[in-house]
Every structure is written in structure tokens, then in C-alpha cells.
């Protein structure tokens, strides 16, 4: 079994709705098994013009390889209507595999850690949330010590969650 996160992002549609169902394909998936999910949150876009998101987390372990993890990621984001577009532009549903145990991975189609990760409250905020000791394994620091560096700012707890 591995320890893995995937972060969820929404703009478009009714995200939550979508979110939740996202949440509940996955949890469906055989080899995956929730830990812990993270509260959503409203964040202000990065990127080009666009309503705001709905962000979370939520921790895993898993019992698929990280390409085929990629795989249903991507599977279940056609799945929610995705259309891609313009590189950071709006979207119905976005999945990002953030981390996976303490791998470390530069291929063409995936690399792991998310390589953004770090910059974006968006995710370092619900991250937080859930697994505020995980040591992100390139810089060796824990999340809840990452999370510090970024502006938090954009990023509103959900309250009606
Ligand atoms: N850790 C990862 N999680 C998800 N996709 C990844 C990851 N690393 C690389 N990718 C690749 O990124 C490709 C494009 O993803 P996507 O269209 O969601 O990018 P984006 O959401 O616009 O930008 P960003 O990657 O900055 O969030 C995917 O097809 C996948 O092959
Ligand atoms: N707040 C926020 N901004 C974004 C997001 C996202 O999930 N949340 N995803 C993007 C493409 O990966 C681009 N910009």
C-alpha cells in the first residue's frame, strides 16, 4: 500500500456538487481508501481571467502504481465533462496527484510532487488540513511548515461544507 494525496478543483458548473461526486467516484475505485479528505475552499483563480475554485484534498492509500493512478485521474476528470482548453484555464473538474509516499518523479506525463504545488495556497491550504507532517520529500520540510510560505490570502473556508 502507498500514501498519496490527490488535490480536486473545480470552476465551473456547480463544483461543489461536482466535488463531492468526484470524491465518491474515486472512493469507488478499487485500491483506493480514503484517510482523510480535507474541508473545500473558495479560492481566487491563478491564471488567466476566471471565477473563483473550489479546492480540497484528500488522502489516500493506494494500491495502483503512480501512471496507472494518473490513468483514473484523468479518466475521471472526462468523466466529469473536461474539456481542455488553454493551460490554466477554467475547468469542471481538475485532479493533480500532489505526492506519493516519498516518491520522486520527473517523466514527460507525470511528474510527482505536483511541481507547483508548493507556490499555491490553493492546494498548500487543504494540504495542510490533512497532512500537516508530511515531509515533502525535494525540499524535506513539512507541509505544515511549507504552508507558511505561501499568501493565504485567496484562499476562504467553505462554511456551508
Ligand atoms: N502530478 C501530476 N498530476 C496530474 N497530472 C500531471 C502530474 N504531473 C504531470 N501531469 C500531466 O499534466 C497534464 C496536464 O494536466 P492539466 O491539463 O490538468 O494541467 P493544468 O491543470 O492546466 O496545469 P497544472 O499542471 O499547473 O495544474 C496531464 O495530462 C498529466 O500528464
Ligand atoms: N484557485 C485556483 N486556481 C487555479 C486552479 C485551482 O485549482 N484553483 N487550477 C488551475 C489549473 O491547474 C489554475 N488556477
Known amino acids: 500500500m502507498h500514501d498519496s494525496v490527490i488535490a ?6 456547480d463544483s461543489l ?8 467516484t474515486l472512493h469507488k ?6 484517510k482523510n479528505i480535507s474541508s473545500w475552499y473558495r479560492t481566487k483563480a491563478v491564471g ?9 484534498c484528500v488522502n489516500c492509500l493506494v494500491d495502483i502504481e ?6 483514473i485521474l484523468l479518466e475521471t476528470e472526462n468523466k466529469f465533462g473536461r474539456e481542455r482548453k488553454e493551460r490554466w484555464g477554467a475547468r469542471t473538474l481538475d485532479l493533480d496527484l500532489l505526492l506519493y509516499d516519498d516518491l520522486i518523479l520527473d517523466s514527460p506525463t507525470l ?6 504545488m508548493l507556490e499555491r ?12 507532517d508530511w515531509v515533502e520529500p525535494i525540499s524535506r520540510r513539512a507541509i505544515k511548515e511549507l ?3 505561501v499568501d493565504c490570502s485567496g484562499v476562504c473556508l467553505l462554511t456551508d461544507n
Open 8 to 13: 480536486l478543483g473545480s470552476n465551473i458548473g
Open 17 to 24: 456538487t461536482i466535488l463531492e461526486a468526484a470524491v465518491k
Open 29 to 34: 475505485v478499487p485500491g483506493i481508501t480514503y
Open 48 to 56: 488567466p481571467p476566471q471565477p473563483d475554485y473550489l479546492n480540497g
Open 66 to 71: 503512480p501512471f496507472e493512478l494518473l490513468k
Open 111 to 116: 511528474q510527482v510532487p505536483h511541481p507547483r
Open 121 to 132: 495556497a490553493f492546494v498548500m491550504v487543504p494540504l495542510a488540513e490533512i497532512v500537516p
Open 147 to 149: 504552508v507558511k510560505e
